[in-house]
């Protein structure tokens, strides 16, 4: 039984390792979006805890999270690393990530749920968004929880073509996405925690493990 518990929790570790090394190669393609799926991944993971959810069901939509965006190593890197705006035919390519992501994580039978992620986070609730126009709650709610979080996480990051938006810009434009763009209920949460976030904690220019530890103190 112990070599039994042993090897359980090796292989519990190396899946792990696994899908971290799988995120930062997602996030490397891009270069300028550096640990952008794991702050992802634990802003969802927040959210899904301030939505009332399990222990379990915040790891799973972490595990989703992690592995949003692995469907841009599909993409060139030409695209996903431009230092400006994309054109429309690069911008059109760049959509395809999505589809891609839950092609490369459909068939992880172990873990169900991850394509969920990978293929909806760029859905909008008012069904404009993509690949498939879902409207409402017709879009998964573990997407709709990274979507919202994908989106935080983009503005107050600092990208090739843009630096990190004061605070303040992140939540009115959250606020503003509300019904339209994003789940009202869930952005709401997000903006729950913006505002508890005195110290703007929560952006790209502060180290992760600092992040996760921000989170642990508010359970």
Same mark, same amino acid.
């Given at each position: 039984?112990?070599?039994?518990?042993? #090897?359980?929790?090796?292989?519990?570790? &190396?899946?792990?390792? &696994?899908?971290? *090394?799988?995120?930062?190669? *997602?996030?490397?393609? @891009?270069?300028?979006?550096?640990?952008?799926?794991?702050?992802?991944?634990?802003?969802?993971?927040?959210?899904?805890?301030?939505?009332?959810?399990?222990?379990?069901?915040?790891?799973? +939509?972490?595990?989703?999270? &992690?592995?949003?965006? !692995?469907?841009?190593?599909?993409?060139?890197?030409?695209?996903? *690393?431009?230092?400006?705006?994309? #054109?429309? #035919?690069?911008?059109?390519?760049? #959509?395809?990530?999505?589809?891609? @992501?839950?092609? +490369?994580?459909?068939?992880?039978?172990? +873990?169900?749920?991850?394509?969920?992620?990978?293929?909806?986070?760029?859905?909008?609730?008012?069904?404009?968004?993509?690949?498939?126009?879902?409207?409402?709650?017709?879009?998964?709610?573990?997407?709709?929880? =990274?979507?919202?979080?994908?989106?935080?996480?983009?503005? $107050?990051?600092?990208?090739?073509? $843009?630096?990190?938006?004061?605070?303040?810009?992140?939540?009115?434009? =959250?606020?503003?996405?509300? @019904?339209?763009?994003?789940?009202?209920?869930?952005?709401?949460?997000?903006?729950?925690? !913006?505002?508890?976030?005195?110290?703007?904690?929560?952006?790209?220019? !502060?180290?992760?493990?600092? !992040?996760?530890?921000?989170?642990?103190?508010?359970?």
């Amino acid at each position: 039984m112990e070599d039994f518990e042993v #090897k359980y929790h090796q292989l519990k570790r &190396l899946t792990d390792q &696994l899908m971290h *090394a799988l995120a930062r190669v *997602a996030d490397e393609n @891009g270069r300028y979006t550096k640990e952008h799926s794991e702050r992802v991944a634990l802003y969802s993971m927040e959210i899904a805890r301030r939505l009332g959810k399990s222990r379990k069901e915040q790891y799973e +939509i972490y595990e989703m999270g &992690l592995l949003h965006d !692995i469907g841009k190593i599909g993409i060139p890197d030409s695209i996903t *690393a431009k230092p400006e705006c994309l #054109k429309e #035919k690069e911008y059109n390519l760049m #959509k395809k990530h999505p589809m891609i @992501g839950a092609r +490369i994580l459909q068939d992880i039978t172990e +873990i169900p749920g991850l394509a969920v992620g990978a293929r909806w986070h760029h859905e909008r609730y008012d069904g404009s968004g993509y690949p498939d126009g879902l409207v409402g709650n017709a879009i998964p709610e573990e997407a709709r929880i =990274i979507g919202v979080a994908d989106a935080y996480d983009a503005m $107050s990051s600092e990208r090739n073509y $843009s630096g990190v938006m004061k605070q303040k810009m992140v939540r009115d434009e =959250i606020e503003r996405g509300k @019904g339209t763009q994003f789940d009202p209920e869930i952005a709401d949460v997000l903006i729950q925690m !913006i505002d508890d976030d005195k110290n703007y904690v929560m952006n790209s220019e !502060i180290p992760t493990y600092i !992040i996760e530890e921000y989170f642990t103190r508010l359970k």
